[in-house]
């Protein structure tokens, strides 16, 4: 049983992306949005701690109650439990679009957000050699297509059977709000010189974020919700009377989240975009995270992994 949450910002939110900034040759990096799934993955162990009464250090050297290490896991390890999501709430729910639907080039920038797609078929084929024995066949009326990785479209529509679909660009639910700040001295006055911009993500009006756990956790159905390093907050609360259903059957699934590369995941990818990476601060060691590489929501795979993976109907061998 999955549970769904809904969380709405107070503010603007920030995740950075995994470039340096070193004085003198840039001030200015990337963000990310939505937020990965494992920024909100950990933001969702620190609040039931929180709840519980129970401090960072007690739980990091093992005081904390058994129940609270079942539920959420050890310090420094990874949560025992899969967050699928995020997705935006925009009066329906979006999804990450797989990779392996395309749509003709340039289609996207039509103010029609209705856009013709094609499936990709898998193919086997003994005239294609290569390491993957699966091969991504589509075809388009008119001009040169591009995947629809990267973009979202209504939950229901990655199981029906219309060629004609809601398609929205990440940029259609939230705004880009430029903000400059100072880097500090350990005695809390200005750096000389640390000037830097980043750009923050607002959601635009009537938008949430959407995202669910495979696992009851001891939280309460509503509360506050501390996400990221600079601890952006928002209400979060529990979908009692609602439910996001992916029924679907065949023999590729699409990832709903962002996948941690793995010499196993790596052997299963068949449809992908651009490598995301991902660090962070680890709490546990009070020092950063090793970087380590993802791969996007929405890519797809020949076998099911874990949980956020589901199957796509109409995309059968051919």
């Given at each position: ?109 039509n103010k029609n957000d ?36 990267g973009m979202w479209i ?165």
């Amino acid at each position: 049983m999955t549970n769904w949450y809904q969380f709405e910002p107070v503010d603007t939110l920030y995740f950075r992306g995994a470039e340096p900034m070193n004085l003198g040759e840039n001030h200015t990096t990337s963000h990310v949005f939505p937020p990965p799934a494992q920024t909100l993955s950990g933001a969702l162990r620190t609040s039931v701690l929180m709840q519980q009464s129970i401090s960072i250090e007690a739980y990091a050297k093992g005081k904390a109650p058994k129940e609270i290490y079942d539920a959420i896991g050890k310090g420094g390890e990874r949560a025992p439990f899969d967050l699928i999501g995020p997705f935006f709430l925009d009066k329906e729910i979006y999804i990450p679009a797989p990779y392996s639907w395309f749509m003709e080039k340039n289609s996207s920038d039509n103010k029609n957000d209705k856009l013709e797609i094609v499936k990709g078929k898998f193919l086997q084929s003994r005239l294609l050699k290569s390491e993957k024995p699966d091969f991504i066949w589509a075809k388009a009326k008119n001009q040169e297509m591009v995947s629809l990785g990267g973009m979202w479209i209504q939950h229901q529509d990655l199981y029906s059977d219309k060629t004609s679909i809601v398609v929205k660009k990440s940029e259609a639910f939230f705004e880009n709000e430029p903000r400059t700040g100072i880097a500090l001295e350990k005695n809390r006055k200005v750096r000389e010189g640390h000037l830097y911009s980043f750009n923050h993500a607002r959601l635009k009006k009537e938008v949430s974020i959407i995202f669910g756990t495979n696992k009851t956790l001891p939280i309460q159905d509503q509360g506050v919700l501390k996400i990221g390093a600079e601890q952006r907050f928002g209400w979060y609360k529990k979908l009692t009377g609602q439910t996001i259903q992916f029924n679907g059957t065949g023999n590729f699934f699409v990832s709903l989240s962002i996948m941690e590369g793995s010499e196993d995941v790596n052997r299963s990818v068949v449809a992908t975009g651009k490598i995301l990476y991902f660090g962070g601060w680890d709490l546990h060691t009070g020092f950063h995270k090793p970087m380590k590489g993802f791969f996007p929501a929405g890519s797809v795979f020949n076998k099911k992994i874990n949980n956020h993976f589901v199957a796509i109907k109409g995309v059968e061998s051919c």
